[in-house]
């Protein structure tokens, strides 16, 4: 760049008169800047408190679906343990039903003896195995009664584990949703933040090259002044840019 010569003591009677000019043209783009950055960072704040609701529902999903496996799994060996009882059930039953049969035979074959004998003589051997038998339908019976007990505890719990599953399916929906929900937010805040950056660098751009045109053939001291500046303006654009990127990052 070329620079006119000038007298020193002209330069030096020009300077000072030239000094608030300088300074007022420095300090505007700085308040302009500083403007700019307060009105960005409720923008950062916002996007720092989607991104921590989105990491709370993350977490919360994450918890939530050892928590279904677990239940899963015990609902599938109840209803395991439901049929083995059921089949058990029905094998008793079974042989209660043969068992009373065999009793009715047995007291049938000792009404038979008796009428054709026609004596009054007991029969110890039949009446102790019949007496035998009786116990032991009595036995099977009330075996039959606590098992058809423990099957009803068992329905009633199996139909608690469904209604906590249901409930847990929905919840499980519902943080899904608000997962959706806020992943919609960010991308649409980090989107209006990249426009706003955008924006904000293609005004910082035209402006300077405004300022910049005017100036090309002034004395050192507005040159000299016009470095400072252009420095100062580069270091609080790379600082809001630095902010941006940790916010998204976060």
Do not use: W
Not at 121 to 134: C, V, Y
Not at 164 to 182: C, G, S, V
């Amino acid at each position: 760049m070329d620079f006119e010569l000038s007298d020193p003591k002209d330069s030096s009677e020009v300077l000072p008169q030239q000094l608030p000019e300088a300074e007022h043209q420095f300090r505007g783009p700085e308040i302009e800047l500083h403007l700019r950055r307060d009105a960005l960072r409720p923008t950062m704040l916002v996007l720092e408190c989607v991104h921590r609701d989105r990491g709370q529902a993350q977490r919360s999903n994450k918890e939530t679906e050892p928590l279904s496996q677990s239940k899963q799994g015990d609902v599938i060996k109840y209803i395991a343990k439901q049929a083995f009882l059921k089949e058990t059930v029905c094998k008793l039953q079974s042989e209660n039903t043969l068992l009373r049969q065999q009793l009715e035979v047995a007291r049938n074959e000792a009404r038979s003896e008796k009428t054709m004998l026609n004596t009054p003589e007991p029969f110890p051997d039949h009446m102790g195995k019949l007496e035998a038998m009786s116990r032991q339908v009595l036995m099977l019976e009330e075996g039959n009664k606590e098992l058809i007990k423990e099957c009803r505890c068992l329905k009633d719990r199996l139909c608690q584990y469904e209604m906590d599953r249901a409930e847990m399916e929905a919840r499980m929906r519902q943080l899904q949703q608000e997962l959706a929900d806020t992943r919609k937010k960010v991308s649409t805040l980090e989107a209006s933040l990249e426009v706003t950056a955008h924006h904000q660098t293609n005004s910082e751009n035209k402006r300077q090259d405004g300022e910049r045109k005017p100036h090309q053939t002034a004395n050192p001291v507005y040159t000299a002044l016009d470095c400072d500046l252009n420095c100062e303006v580069r270091q609080d654009r790379g600082f809001v840019d630095k902010g941006s990127g940790e916010c998204r990052h976060n």
